[in-house]
Structure formats: structure tokens, C-alpha cells
């Protein structure tokens, strides 16, 4: 694909406003020169910091960026300092020794960098579904999908369910129904779980097969009911940004957002990406159909030779395609992994290999680090590659244990004759080095089983050793001895009780167990029932009683006891934290564990210790990693799970990715998929011979059985070994690795495994420190915490009781109009069952005393929360806007809490809230009038107090008692809320400190007016008719006085001018003309139980329901400083006194 000319230079002119791919191979240094190229997009002026886009593969690889990048640019601002001031750098990273060679540009690029440092959190560093989960909610109505459903990991209940309903439905009178009920499972969860188009497949006579059909249908109603149910997984981001940008009519509007949002869009591992991926990256950035803007620069950076996630929808031949269609393709042609020596041997070994196509060959690298850094005293394991050969064996079954016993026993030779030098060296002199340690050796294997089986053996022979993968715990040995537990603790019968004796709970044997009296057995039932009545209240209280009795103990007595009982441990609390969240019996508890193991939930395995061990992985959790020593012991063979015939299959077809559903004998899409799978061995043996940093141990042997069994002749090493002029076959007979031309070089050493492997040596004993007992020697800050307003305000609401439900004492309302209307003028607001015109005639005709349109609707939270869904999705631009209501009204009623409110009835009552005049601080313009571009729902913000995550008690934040004396210095003495301070200053409200994080939603931020105003918007749904009052509610009991009450009792205040404050530092970091005196716009509280619509009276100058404060802006300046003193320090830029 790529040639040494086309060689990527970090100090070369950047890559702009086109799509390059960045091509890798292993140790070339990804995310080093991603960090760079961030740097220098960034110094240069190129994109501020909002505007780069990183994109990677999963959250830990996004953390990992996000910290390296971060690292490299308080490198280089600290570089351009000393070039500011002394004219040259102590730097080696290349592109701060470019930026020396020019000083001139220092203060510029350094002020850039700096700015970018205290903007840091405003760069987007994500995974595919965190960017598209971010562009979904920056392009609003343009995107398809509702945000408000809830993520679900996998759509298998769902899949079952569906696929129970149908398949009884269609064969539950037919004695010979064409396909079993587990074949209609795998065909339901296989199309739930991709998009793949199904192949159509036909009988004899012509007719689409039953299961085709059954597909097809199964896919359909998994999307339906998955709208209906409100939930959505991973792959729905996708599929929804994907629909987005590709629609005629708003994908070129969400295009030009998404340009205008991201100019520099950096894409790591994009060997991993798939079809919908490249179009998603490929349409909003790169596509030149759209030239205003034009297309942003997109940076591609992968290696096709690591592309192994084939099973996760990982698609290397999409990007084949996307390597194709880029303007151009570089390469990183340096390995700052691996010794020289070891690169040389594996450049020999792979040369010009192809890993499952032409297009991916294993092209030659430069080594950083020459010679190597390992000195072995025996002369036998010389040589920065081994490939130890096992025998001719008659017997296969023998292979596996022969070369485990080999690996146990060269780890414990390496440890005792193996020096680890800091620096490469040529020689095998010097005395400098340390002796290699256990944590210094990997052992990468096809299976958490081979990973199980290699560290029980290593344990066993003294040397200590790790499983290191994230594997799930619930699928654990652990998992199933809490089954057989909680199974005896729900039943306590003879049956259970005598199975979990048999567990390492009770740690019977069976031969106990059958020799055991009536006593003993008894005494264990005894137990089990009081374990039962503990396991019924907490899971916590039955770990506890495990340990009482001694379990723990007993069980790291035994060979691989530690990790059992980090299993058992992790699991129980699992299992604790489930049963309180859901309140859940020990029957509850034993479903939701068969779930977990059903389902394969993600719960990563913790390290059983911390200590300097011997690390295993499977190849594909080592993908990223690096070790000075690795023992690859499984490539020999070409095992991969197997297939059940009949079982779907995705394969790579003409027409892009295909389902089949019904793949069997030999078929066509059986051989494709095959293919793939061959191909992609390759890739993994690759990955795994790519981990060593100094030295690699390959194991080789020959089988020819087939099916579950290895077989040797599609075994990658095999392959890899036999290819002539590049081509890897797809089979191959193996043959001895020292008769092969691919072997013969000076680092290669081969050698073959006794017949009879000799007594293990004894390994070098590990040095184990004295134990000692940490003594607590800090103090516990107790101040600092994760607040909101709601936190905040909690005491003064009372346990339990949120502000929604707060009913001021308020005077009768009266007293508070200067002019009431006549009793005979009194209008039912109440459009319950109203056409659209009869609800514009109300609307019309409405007055003060009026009956609130939600008068006869029900109060609490659960309406509130219904209330404000509504009112965040709808689209005032729909042309019937009660029917738009109305929808949004039954999608909201089926998901949330029953209420017994009729869809049309509250679509009805809240037609007058959005046609109501919000005042003249939004222009009088009212919610249906506010385009869903000018309309931000649902803002969440996490904002530091007092320093953040480095606030300590030696520096003190605000309290609320000083947010009360801003209050008074800044609120004018005819403002509504000017007594509210006094009201803050409550005993044990003032006293509450603001150190931590403070965390919010704001319902609504609109924008309006000309220049451009953003507005705060709060719903509430407050009832408000007083309580010696009988009723009903009306409009006037929503005048500006009793609101004011009303807020000052609830503490709205608060809540509003610390919304102000996050709303402030949102536009401070978007706005390049921010200006707080012109754009921040004031607060709106809508109490919408006192809207009426249009015509809702005005009483001294205020519409009844609509409360609007206009807090002064250098007032939110102020309490922004104060609230996070590290404010003060960024609010004035260092160079120029701006503020920001």
C-alpha cells in the first residue's frame, strides 16, 4: 500500500484540508505522533482547541490520548518558555526543536498552546459512539433519534422475546415446524446485533427459505419495539449519525454544522472501522460534494496489519476502501518498541508477507534503539527470536501439555540467567542492569482457558503469574459457585445444599460427601439457613459470614486461591450493589447473576495481586501493550472456535457486508467467511509477535486433525513460515522451521523440545518484602464534594421532598390584583377535549380568572418530569403543532410512570404554554416561535469548585452565605428578588461551602433577539393556589408577586444564578465576541400551570406564569471568579489582559 518515499515527517507542512491516511505498523509510535500532530495543528493556529476532534476505539485508549496530548502541549509550552527566553530548547522532541528553529513565532505559538491548556475540557477526545452521541446533541432535530432513550449493552432479551412471539406464532400448530426454537434464537440475536443486509436463499421450488423470512421479519419488530420502549444500543448511535448525514434534505445542513464544529479530525485505530464508520467520517468531513465549508482536514491514522476485532464489526476491507479514496497515504517508518536486533529477525522472518490481502503487507521499519537491551548468559536461549520445535509426535492430544511444560520451564532458565539493561547495546558487555523479573515477561495465547491453564502451571512451579485480561468475572469459576449458592440459600434442601458441598465454599470432596452422617450433613443444612436469612437482608452481611467461617482463608491456601477469591469478592459485591439498586430477594439476586452469565456482561476480572508476576494475556486484550520478554506458545495452531452449522455468519459479499442466515456444508458464503477468518489469524499472530521489546519465544509443532481440534496446516506460524514471493496461503502441509529459507538469519535461533522434557528447574526465588501496616497519616477532607442545587437546598426542602412538590404559604392572591376581573367574566381555560380551533378560541378569550389549562392535571415530580420531556423534543416548526404534541405526549405516557393523563389532554394543556409570550426579555417571542436551532435542551454542566479535583481544605471555597452578600452589593432595591438574601442566610444553608464540583441540567438555553442573546429557561410545574384557597387553580394565582414568593421559598434563586454562571463559561469558551453584558440574557422561569396562551393576562407589566429576572452580568462574572479561585487566575489572559 505504502513505499518508504511516501515516509511521514512530523516536522513536514501539515496535512490540510484533505483526507490522508496515516499507515502504522507496530511501535511506530500512533498515539506519539497523534499528540504532534495535535500540537502542531494547534501552535500553528490551524484550529483552536474546540475545534479538534479525536477520535479512537475505546474509552481507555480516549483516556490515554486525552492524557498524552494534554502531557505534550505543557511539554512544548514549557520548551517555547525557554526559547522565549534563551533562545534555544533542552528539548528532543522534534517538533519543539522545529519550533526553535524559528523564535520569532514563540510568544505566538505559546500563547495559542496556553490557551488551549486552560480550554483543555472543550476538546473532543472520544470513542465513534461518544463523537456521535456529542454530534447528535450539537445538531439537534437534524439527527435522528430521540435523546432521551436509554443505552442498553445488547438487544438479546429483546431478540428472544420477539423471537419467541414469532416463532410460536408461525409454527405453534405445526407438527414439523422447518427450523428448531434455537436455531430462531440465533437468527433473531444475529440480526439484532448487526445491519448486515440478509442474503436471500431459496428452496428447491423457488420460495424464500422460512428462516429468511423469519429474519427479516425479527429485525423489523426489534427496531419497533425498541422505538416503543425508548431504548437504543451502540450501534443505533451509528446507524442514526449515519441516516443524518446521508439524508437529502438535512444531511447538507448537518454536514456544514459538523465542519463548522470540527476542523481537524484526527481518526486512531481506524484499521478497527466498518462501513457505516467511514461513511459517517468520510460525508461530514472529507466528501468535496460540499465546499461550503469545505472539507476538513481528516487524518486517518491505523495499521491494516493490527486489524483483528473482526468478531466486534471491525471491517479491515473498509479501510481498504478508505485508503483508496484518500487524497493521500503516508507511513511511520520508525520502531521505538523494539531493539534493533529483534526488528531485524522479525523483518526477515515476515518480509513482505500479506496479512489477508495484497493491499496489507508487512513492509520493513527502522529501529530507534539498537542492539538490545537483554544480556542472556546462556548460550542456548541466544538470539532476540527462538522457535522452539516440538517432536514428531504420534499422539496430538500431547502437544499442548509438552509445550506448556517447555514455556514453565524456559521462563524459570530466563529469570536466572537474564540482565535487563536501560539502554540498548551491541555488546554483551557491562555490569549495569537489573535481573530480568517476572513482570518483565508476557505469555500471549489464543483462549482465557490457555490463559487459565498456563498460569495454574506457572503458580504451581513457584513462579508467580497473572491472567491479565479484562475476562468477565461472571462467567468465572466464581460465577457459578455464587449460582450454587444463592441457589441453596433460596432452597435449603438436601439436593442444593449437598451440590454447593461440593463448591471450594464447603470444600467436600465427593467422596466426603458420600461418607458423611446425618450429623454432618444436618449441621451444613444449619448453616445454609442461617446464611439464607443473612443473604435475604445483604449480600454484604452473607460475604461477611463466609469469611467467618473461614472460607477465605482456606481458600488462598490453595493453588490459585487468590484469584478465587478476588473472583468471589468482586461478584459479591456486585451482587450487593444489584440488590440494593433494584431491592431485590435472593431469588432476584440468583436471576439477575444468570442474566450477567447469559449475557456476557462486561465485568473485567480484578488482579488477584499486585505483585511482580508473570503477565498473560490473549492476544487480543495485548493489542497496544509491550513487554521486554514474550512467549507467543499457540500460533502453531490454526484453532478458532467453532462453528455450528446452520448458525448465521457475516461475510464480506459483493455488495458490501451480508447476513447468512442458514450456513452450511459449502457454501459460498461459508468459504467467504472462512477467508476471513484465515485472514485475520494472520493479523493476530502478527499482533502477538509485535508485543516484544527484546526478546520473542515462538512454539512450533505440526497436527494435521481438523474441526475443534488444532490444525496445523491453517495455523498462521505455518503459513507465515511456507510463503513464497509474499503470498500466504490459505493452507499449508507444515514442515520443520530449520529446513525453511525464512528461518536462516543470524537473530533466528531454532532449537527442539527433548522427547522427555527434564524436571522443571527450580526458578529463581522471588524476593517477597517484610509486610508492614500503613498508618493513616492525612486528613480527610470532608468538604469536598459533588454538589447541585438540589444538594444544596435538600435540608431546607426537608428528606425526601424536592422542590416541585414545595407549596409556598402565600396569602390569598386577591390582595395582589389591583384590578380583578368580574366573577361573570370568569373563562374554563380547560381545553381537556377541545378541537385545535376551540383551544385558539380559549386562548383568545382568556383572563385573570381564568381556570389554569392544568388545573384538573396531576402535581408531583412524575408529571413534572412528563412536562419537561415534552417540552425538550418537540419541534415547534411542525405545521399542526397540537399533533406534534399530542405524539411526543404518547411516546412520553407509555415510557414513564402510569399518571393516568391522556396523551391529547395534556397536549392540549400545554398548547397554551408554548403559546404564551415569554416577555421582553426573549422579545415577547414565545416558545413555538424559537427555532430548534436557537433552542439547547437539557444543558448539563460540571463546573470545578475551589480548584476541582485539586481543591484541598487549605484552600477554602465560596459559601453560600457570601453568595447572599454578592446578592445584596449587586441586586437594585426594586428587584423581585431582592429579599432573597436574607433567605440564603438560613442556618444550615449559609454555612455550606462550594469545594469539589458543582453538577446541573438547565432545561432549556434559547437564543434570540439581534446581536444574539441566550436566555435561561427553567419549567416548573409548582402548584400554587394557596392552601386555605378551595380552588380551582387559576391563572391569576401566577402573578409576578407570588411567583417571586414562590421562588424565593424553593430557593430558585440560587438555582438560577448558578445556571447563569455555567451557561457564562459555556459561551466564555464558544464565542469569540463573547461580550457577558450583551450576551447573557437573563433567566425565564415558566410556571406553566399560569400560562394561558397568547392572550395570558399581563399584570404590572408581567404575563401571569412567565418570571423573568435579568441578574446583573458583572454580578455572574463575579460569582463565576469566586466560585473556582483557579477563575481568577484564567479570566485575564497573560498576554494581552483579554478578558475571557
Known amino acids: 500500500m505504502s513505499s518508504a518515499a511516501d515516509e511521514f515527517d512530523i516536522t513536514a507542512p501539515l496535512p490540510l484540508d484533505e483526507t490522508v491516511v496515516l499507515e502504522a505498523s507496530a511501535g511506530t509510535g500512533k498515539t506519539w505522533t497523534i499528540a504532534a500532530l495535535c500540537t502542531r495543528y494547534l501552535a500553528d493556529g490551524h484550529a483552536v482547541l474546540a475545534q479538534l476532534l479525536v477520535v479512537t476505539f475505546n474509552r481507555t485508549a480516549a483516556h490515554d490520548l486525552r492524557t498524552t496530548i494534554r502531557a505534550r502541549l505543557v511539554d512544548a509550552v514549557a520548551s517555547l518558555d525557554e526559547v522565549i527566553a534563551t533562545g534555544i530548547t533542552s528539548s528532543e522532541h522534534p517538533v519543539d526543536r522545529m519550533f526553535a528553529d524559528e523564535p520569532e513565532r514563540a510568544p505566538e505559538r505559546r500563547a495559542r498552546l496556553y490557551t488551549a491548556l486552560g480550554d483543555f475540557d472543550a476538546a473532543t477526545i472520544a470513542t465513534i459512539h461518544g463523537f456521535c452521541d456529542d454530534a447528535a446533541a450539537h445538531l439537534g432535530v437534524l439527527g435522528d433519534g430521540s435523546p432521551r432513550t436509554d443505552f442498553v449493552e445488547r438487544l438479546d432479551d429483546l431478540a428472544d422475546e420477539v423471537a419467541a412471539d414469532f416463532y410460536v406464532r408461525r409454527f405453534g400448530n405445526d407438527p414439523n415446524p422447518s427450523f428448531t426454537p434455537q436455531r430462531a434464537f440465533a437468527i433473531a440475536r444475529a440480526v439484532a446485533a448487526s445491519d448486515a443486509e440478509v442474503d436471500s436463499e431459496v428452496d428447491s421450488q423457488g420460495r424464500e427459505l422460512d428462516e429468511v423470512r423469519f429474519a427479516r421479519s425479527v429485525r423489523e419488530e426489534v427496531r419497533r419495539r425498541q422505538r416503543i420502549r425508548g431504548i437504543h444500543t451502540h450501534d443505533d448511535k451509528i446507524r442514526f449519525l449515519v441516516d443524518t448525514v446521508t439524508d437529502k434534505d438535512a444531511g447538507h445542513r448537518a454536514v456544514v454544522r459538523l465542519r463548522q464544529l470540527h476542523r481537524i479530525v484526527l481518526v486512531d485505530e481506524f484499521q478497527d472501522t466498518d462501513d457505516r464508520q467511514w461513511t459517517i467520517l468520510h460525508r461530514a468531513f472529507g466528501a468535496r460534494e460540499h465546499t461550503d465549508p469545505p472539507p476538513a482536514t481528516l487524518v486517518l491514522i491505523g495499521d491494516p496489519k493490527q486489524s483483528i476485532y473482526g468478531f466486534r464489526g471491525g471491517d479491515i476491507h473498509a479501510y481498504l476502501r478508505a485508503t483508496r479514496a484518500a487524497d493521500r497515504t503516508l507511513t511511520l517508518t520508525t520502531n521505538h518498541r523494539s531493539d534493533a536486533s529483534l526488528v531485524d529477525a522479525l523483518a526477515h522472518l515476515l518480509q513482505d508477507l500479506s496479512l489477508g490481502s495484497d493491499e496489507i503487507r508487512v513492509h520493513p521499519v527502522r529501529a530507534r534503539r539498537k542492539g538490545s537491551r537483554l544480556r542472556i548468559a546462556d548460550a542456548d536461549m541466544t538470539g532476540p527470536l527462538r522457535i522452539r520445535s516440538v517432536p514428531k509426535t504420534r499422539h496430538d492430544f500431547t502437544i499442548k501439555p509438552m509445550i506448556l511444560n517447555d514455556v514453565v520451564e524456559d521462563i524459570g532458565r530466563m529469570l536466572n540467567v537474564t540482565t535487563v539493561m536501560e539502554q540498548a547495546t551491541e555488546t554483551a558487555t557491562g555490569d549495569d542492569g537489573r535481573s530480568l523479573s517476572p513482570g518483565d515477561i508476557a505469555i500471549l495465547v489464543q483462549s482465557n482457558a490457555d490463559a487459565d491453564a498456563y498460569c495454574a502451571a506457572l503458580i504451581k512451579q513457584g513462579i508467580p503469574a497473572v491472567h491479565a485480561g479484562a475476562t468477565n468475572v461472571f462467567t468465572s469459576e466464581a460465577g457459578h459457585i455464587w449460582e450454587q449458592l444463592l441457589s441453596a440459600c433460596e432452597q435449603p434442601n438436601s439436593r442444593t445444599v449437598r451440590r454447593l458441598a461440593l463448591t471450594p465454599i464447603i470444600g467436600m470432596s465427593f467422596a466426603d460427601l458420600v461418607s458423611a452422617d446425618d450429623d454432618t450433613v444436618n449441621a451444613l443444612a444449619t448453616r445454609v439457613r442461617t446464611w439464607s436469612q443473612m443473604a435475604s437482608n445483604s449480600i454484604a452481611d452473607l460475604s461477611q459470614a463466609l469469611d467467618a467461617h473461614g472460607v477465605t482463608a482456606r481458600l488462598l491456601t490453595t493453588l490459585g486461591g487468590d484469584r478465587l477469591v478476588t473472583d468471589l469478592q468482586h461478584i459479591g459485591q456486585l451482587l450487593h450493589a444489584a440488590q440494593r439498586r433494584h ?85 459460498q458464503p461459508l468459504r467467504r467467511h472462512s477467508q476471513d477468518e484465515n485472514a485475520q489469524l494472520l493479523r493476530i499472530a502478527y499482533v502477538a509477535m509485535t508485543r516484544a521489546q527484546s526478546h520473542l519465544v515462538l512454539h512450533w509443532a505440526a497436527s494435521a486433525k481438523k474441526g475443534s481440534t488444532p490444525d496445523a496446516s491453517r495455523a498462521p506460524l505455518h503459513r507465515m513460515l511456507l510463503a513464497e514471493e509474499g503470498r500466504t496461503p490459505e493452507r499449508v502441509r507444515p514442515r520443520r522451521p530449520e529446513e525453511l529459507s525464512r528461518v536462516q538469519h543470524p537473530g533466528i535461533h531454532c532449537a527442539e523440545l527433548p522427547h522427555v522434557l527434564a524436571e522443571s528447574a527450580d526458578p529463581r526465588p522471588v524476593e517477597r518484602p517484610e509486610l508492614s501496616v500503613r498508618r493513616w497519616q492525612r486528613q480527610l477532607d470532608t468538604g469536598w464534594r459533588r454538589s447541585s442545587y438540589s444538594s444544596l437546598t435538600q435540608d431546607v426542602h426537608g428528606p425526601g421532598q424536592p422542590s416541585e412538590l414545595t407549596e409556598p404559604s402565600i396569602e390569598h392572591a386577591d390582595a395582589l390584583l389591583d ?13 381537556a377535549s377541545a378541537e385545535a380551533s376551540d383551544v385558539s378560541a380559549t386562548i383568545n378569550t382568556v383572563s385573570p380568572e381564568a381556570v389554569s389549562p392544568m388545573a384538573d392535571l396531576p402535581r408531583g415530580p412524575a408529571f413534572g418530569t412528563l412536562v419537561h420531556a415534552v417540552l425538550e423534543d418537540f419541534d415547534p416548526a411542525a405545521p399542526d403543532l397540537l399533533a406534534e404534541l399530542t405524539r411526543h405526549c404518547e411516546h412520553w405516557a407509555m415510557r414513564l410512570p402510569s399518571l393516568g393523563v391522556e396523551p391529547e389532554e395534556l397536549a392540549a394543556s400545554l398548547l397554551p404554554v408554548v403559546e404564551t409570550p415569554l416577555g421582553p426579555v426573549a422579545d415577547d417571542l414565545r416558545l413555538r416561535d424559537i427555532p430548534a436551532h436557537d433552542r439547547l435542551p437539557e ?63 438547565i432545561d432549556a438555553v434559547l437564543r434570540v433577539g439581534s446581536p444574539q442573546r441566550f436566555l435561561v429557561v427553567d419549567y416548573k410545574t409548582n402548584w400554587l393556589l394557596p392552601p386555605t384557597d378551595p380552588g380551582p387553580l387559576l391563572l391569576r394565582h401566577h402573578t409576578m408577586p407570588i411567583m417571586a414568593q414562590s421562588m424565593i421559598h424553593a430557593h430558585y434563586p440560587l438555582q438560577a444564578l448558578l445556571y447563569s454562571v455555567a451557561l457564562h463559561r459555556f459561551l466564555r469558551w464558544r464565542l469569540t465576541d463573547y461580550r457577558p453584558d450583551h450576551s447573557l440574557g437573563g433567566v425565564a422561569y415558566l410556571f406553566v400551570r399560569g400560562m394561558g396562551g397568547e392572550a395570558t393576562p399581563v399584570i404590572d407589566g408581567a404575563r401571569c406564569g412567565v418570571f423573568t429576572w435579568h441578574p446583573p452580568a458583572s454580578m455572574i462574572e463575579e460569582l463565576s471568579d469566586r466560585i473556582d479561585v483557579t477563575e481568577q487566575s484564567r479570566s485575564t489572559d497573560a498576554a494581552g489582559g483579554k478578558t475571557r
Open 939 to 1001: 444543558l448539563d454542566f460540571e463546573m470545578p469548585l475551589a480548584g476541582g479535583q485539586h481543591a484541598t481544605a487549605a484552600r477554602p471555597g465560596i459559601r453560600l452565605g457570601d453568595i447572599a452578600d454578592l446578592l445584596e452589593d449587586h441586586l437594585p432595591a426594586d428587584d423581585p428578588l431582592v429579599d432573597y438574601p436574607a433567605h440564603l442566610r438560613a442556618p444550615g444553608l449559609c454555612e455550606q461551602e462550594l469545594r469539589g464540583f458543582l453538577t446541573g441540567s
Open 583 to 667: 431491592r431485590l430477594g435472593i431469588a432476584g439476586v440468583r436471576h439477575w447473576l444468570a442474566l450477567q452469565r447469559d449475557a456476557g456482561a462486561e465485568a473485567s476480572r480484578r488482579l488477584e495481586t499486585d505483585a511482580d508476576a508473570v503477565q498473560i494475556f490473549t492476544v487480543h486484550r495485548a493489542k497496544g501493550l509491550q513487554f521486554p520478554v514474550v512467549y507467543a506458545p499457540t500460533l502453531w495452531s490454526g484453532w478458532q472456535p467453532p462453528h455450528k452449522e446452520g448458525d448465521p455468519i457475516t461475510y464480506l459479499g459483493e455488495r458490501g457486508r451480508r447476513l447468512h442466515v442458514t450456513a452450511q456444508g459449502e457454501s
Open 819 to 831: 384590578d380583578p376581573a368580574p366573577s361573570d367574566g370568569t373563562i374554563d381555560a380547560r381545553p
